[in-house]
C-alpha cells in the first residue's frame, strides 16, 4: 500500500501570517482550525509587502504563511524581490508557505512568479485540463 500523499500540519495555538486585506474565508478558516491569524498589511499605494513588518511577524510561533499572486482581493502580482523575501523569511522560521494560486489562472498573457518549490510549500491551484497544463507556472528557488 502506498503511504497518503498529504500531510496534516497541526496548527493549534501556532500562528498563521496572511496579508491584509485578504480573502474574507481565510480568518475563519484559520481559527476553525485552531491557528491564531497574524495579518501583515500591505502598503494600500501599491499593495507591495512591507519587509520590516513582515519581518516582525515571524517568530517561534509561526506556522503558515498564506499567499496569493494575484493577490485578492487587489490583483497584485507579488514581485520576485517579495517572493524571495518571504522565502528567505520562511527558511530561516522554518515555516511552511500555503500558495494560494487559483486565480493564476485568470491571467493567460502574464507570467506569474510562484514561491512554490519542493520543500516546505503548499499549493493550491487547479488541476482541471486548462489549468496546470499551460506551463505558466514558474517556480523559483533562492
Not at 478558516?29 to 502598503?43: E, H, M, Q, T, Y
Not at 519581518?55 to 509561526?62: L, R, Y
Amino acid at each position: 500500500m502506498s503511504p497518503p500523499l498529504h500531510h496534516r500540519i497541526e496548527l493549534y495555538l501556532s500562528q498563521v501570517i496572511i496579508f491584509d486585506p485578504q480573502y474574507d474565508a481565510y480568518i475563519p478558516l484559520i481559527i476553525a482550525n485552531g491557528g491564531i491569524p497574524r495579518s501583515v498589511k500591505l502598503d494600500p499605494s501599491d499593495w507591495s509587502v512591507p519587509h520590516e513588518q513582515l519581518a516582525a511577524a515571524f517568530n517561534d510561533k509561526t506556522k503558515l504563511i498564506l499567499i496569493n499572486t494575484p493577490h485578492n482581493p487587489t490583483g497584485k502580482i507579488f514581485s520576485r524581490e517579495d517572493l524571495q523575501f518571504i522565502a528567505a523569511l520562511c527558511h530561516k522560521w522554518g515555516v511552511y508557505a500555503v500558495c494560494d494560486e487559483v486565480r493564476r489562472l485568470l491571467l493567460p498573457a502574464q507570467q506569474i512568479l510562484s514561491l512554490f518549490t519542493k520543500t516546505k510549500t503548499i499549493l493550491i491551484a487547479q488541476c482541471s485540463s486548462g489549468g496546470l497544463g499551460r506551463g505558466r507556472l514558474q517556480p523559483f528557488t533562492l
